[in-house]
Nanobody, 111 residues
Framework: QVQLVESGGGLVQPGGSLRLSCAAS????????VGWHRQAPGKERELVGI???????NYADSVKGRFTISRDNAKNTVYLQLNSLKPDDTAVYYC?????WGQGTQVIVSS
């Protein structure tokens, strides 16, 4: 059974950092591109960034230069490093691959 599990969310002050993880089971993660998305309260889900099978990344303009996606194929895990966080980054963050989605992890940026 394929499963994606996000973790690492929490409450952080503006300007702070978090590292989110997306761990896969039941699939060979290295065979797939992985996307990170987020959904803020009252807003539609939006793409934050992607990492291809070969490790090439691309980001939404709103997070470019602040967020970084990486992958550790040996651990079957993809990471989303969030730096210089802003209140507007508050959202539930999701990863997806091969049409599968995790349950999300909540990030709250507030002083």
């Amino acid at each position: 059974q394929v499963q994606l599990v996000e973790s690492g969310g929490g409450l952080v002050q503006p300007g702070g950092s978090l590292r989110l993880s997306c761990a896969a089971s039941g699939m060979i993660f290295s065979s797939y591109g992985v996307g990170w998305h987020r959904q803020a309260p009252g807003k539609e889900r939006e793409l934050v960034g992607i990492i291809t099978r070969l490790g090439i990344t691309n980001y939404a303009d709103s997070v470019k230069g602040r967020f970084t996606i990486s992958r550790d194929n040996a651990k079957n895990t993809v990471y989303l490093q969030l730096n210089s966080l802003k209140p507007d980054d508050t959202a539930v963050y999701y990863c997806n691959a091969d049409g599968k989605w995790g349950q999300g992890t909540q990030v709250i940026v507030s002083s």
